[in-house]
């Protein structure tokens, strides 16, 4: 694997290890539409170099504002986007955002450049967690090192109580369901849709850590947020 700087072609380097190879359909299909390498590293692009996992409904809201309030640079919300997108800006997990490619995401940061704040960019959306292939081609395809460069964070919280709040978050959003319902449609694993089991936490990381260092990658603590937020913070 290749990629084009100043005419000529490099080859990409990573920590000397074999890297994973991703067949997801979906994935390549808009992987497939981005921006050429040379076209993505143009310095007015500014792209996140933070990226918050998840889980949902583990605290990652309020680990979130803690960062952005201590000077972390967040997405900004377009006319028409949900006031949230500036905390979360749901680029990996929703497949129309996805496939409008890089610099539809680099104008959610677009202010971070301009105002000189580009050390820690974030997007903390809580969905990420189930999206490991679609991060990796994504940074693998921007630079030589801008996946050895990128950081990333998730908080768990245990996975029974995790979706009944989540449950409960859905039924005030969407409607009347039972608890069994939900689980029902969490144990059936459907990839990449609204019952994507998020639970699973370890099948997710160990994907993660398939493509970077374990020194990338931050794992907190809903239960010590709760208990010892100032830990959590230090952390």
């Not at 067949?23 to 497939?32: F, M």
Request: net charge positive; charged share 25%; proline share 6%.
């Amino acid at each position: 694997l290749a990629y084009k700087k100043n005419g000529l072609v490099m080859p990409f380097i990573h920590s000397r290890r074999q890297l994973p190879i991703f067949s997801d359909p979906k994935t390549v299909e808009l992987v497939s539409r981005e921006a050429t390498a040379e076209e993505i590293m143009k310095p007015q692009l500014a792209l996140p170099n933070i990226l918050f996992l998840g889980a949902q409904k583990a605290g990652s809201s309020s680990l979130a504002n803690w960062l952005f309030e201590g000077g972390i640079c967040h997405a900004k919300s377009f006319p028409g986007e949900p006031s949230y997108f500036a905390k979360e800006a749901h680029f990996f997990d929703k497949d129309d955002r996805f496939g409008q490619g890089v610099k539809f995401y680099a104008r959610r940061f677009q202010h971070c450049l301009e105002s000189g704040n580009t050390e820690f960019i974030m997007d903390a959306t809580p969905d990420y967690l189930t999206y490991p292939e679609r991060i990796f081609e994504f940074y693998f395809k921007i630079e030589a090192d801008a996946l050895s460069k990128l950081k990333l964070m998730v908080v768990l919280r245990e996975p029974i109580s995790r979706e009944l709040s989540l449950c409960n978050h859905k039924i005030a959003n969407r409607g009347p369901m039972t608890f069994k319902q939900h689980a029902n449609g969490v144990l059936r694993g459907e990839p990449n849709s609204r019952w994507a089991s998020t639970g699973k936490y370890v099948d997710h990381i160990k994907k993660f850590l398939s493509f970077i260092r374990r020194e990338q990658l931050l794992v907190l603590s809903y239960d010590e947020l709760k208990t010892n937020p100032r830990k959590t913070q230090w952390r």
